[in-house]
């Protein structure tokens, strides 16, 4: 069946209301961001319209392109990690019995109704030396003495991944539910092992799904603010840390939108250059 061309205003009805949202949730906010990002400040935390780059410029320095560079590589790191942690676990619960499966995916559900604030003072306590998971593995002998791995850049890491998590099991499922049992049993007829069966027939089926996981994941990690306060030192602060400290603290709003912008540039960079590859890959 081939895909006829809108011929009608009437056509476009349907893309009408999701464009709207779009327009007034992203377009017109981004736009106002990006006009104040070239406003210029004035003495008592206020600033004024102007067309000036000094606030890109000073964005362009080596302290700001390395918070940027940061947070780049660890929103890059949780959705790698929340991927092989995810994939697996979700194959396996698509093979469970109906019961099972709705039971992980209400505990996944629970997760995602916890605060970030709760996550990352429950995280804070389980990685603390005084009642931190350091001293279960003293108690069974694996450590000589408990120790704090709070702050740090793994506790931002883990945080983050617990997180980020249920997000990807979520996106992922319906995917792996739906995939062809005959795939595997055509795979495993022919000679291959379950574990390059997994790795041939069903990443390769499921490659769109992943990209799209790997994307959402990444965006929703470049965006934390609490974790990397909470669990990290001042260096694994992320870039929206420093955003919220120029708007709100700093009352420096013009430089806060030239960081935001960067932030968002960044971020649809990623979502193009992904599709592209992704556009050239299924023509191949």
């Known amino acids: ?71 780049l590589v660890l929103a890059a790191l949780v959705s790698a990690v929340c991927l092989l942690l995810g994939v697996p676990f979700t194959y396996f619960l698509t093979k469970l019995s109906r019961k099972a499966q709705v039971f992980w995916l209400v505990a996944l559900l629970g997760v995602l109704s916890l605060s970030e604030v709760i996550i990352g003072f429950a995280w804070s306590t389980l990685l603390s030396r005084t009642a931190g998971l350091s001293n279960l593995l003293v108690a069974i002998g694996f450590m000589d003495r408990p120790d704090a791995w709070t702050p740090g850049f793994g506790a931002v890491l883990t945080g983050l991944v617990y997180q980020a998590f249920p997000y990807t099991v979520l996106v992922l499922y319906p995917s792996f539910s739906r995939l062809d049992p005959s795939l595997m049993e055509a ?18 089926v499921l490659r769109k799904t992943l990209i799209a996981t790997f994307i959402i994941v990444f965006i929703f990690a470049l965006g934390a603010y609490l974790l990397p306060q909470i669990l990290g030192r001042p260096q694994h602060w992320t870039l929206s840390v420093l955003i919220t400290d120029q708007a709100v603290y700093q009352s420096n709003m013009p430089f806060a939108a030239a960081m935001a912008v960067f932030l968002v540039v960044a971020s649809l960079s990623l979502v193009l250059v992904v599709a592209a590859l992704n556009r050239k890959g299924a023509g191949q």
């Open 187 to 204: 795979s495993r007829t022919l000679g291959a092992s379950p574990l390059k069966a997994f790795f041939t027939v069903v990443l390769p």
């Open 1 to 71: 069946m081939r895909r006829m061309p809108p011929e009608r205003a009437a056509d476009y009805y349907p893309i009408a209301y999701p464009a709207l949202m779009l327009g007034l949730f992203f377009v017109v906010p981004f736009a106002i961001m990006l006009a104040i990002s070239f406003f210029q400040r004035v003495q008592g935390g206020f600033y004024e319209p102007a067309f000036t780059f000094a606030n890109y410029g000073r964005f362009l320095s080596v302290f700001f392109g390395e918070v940027l560079v940061f947070s």
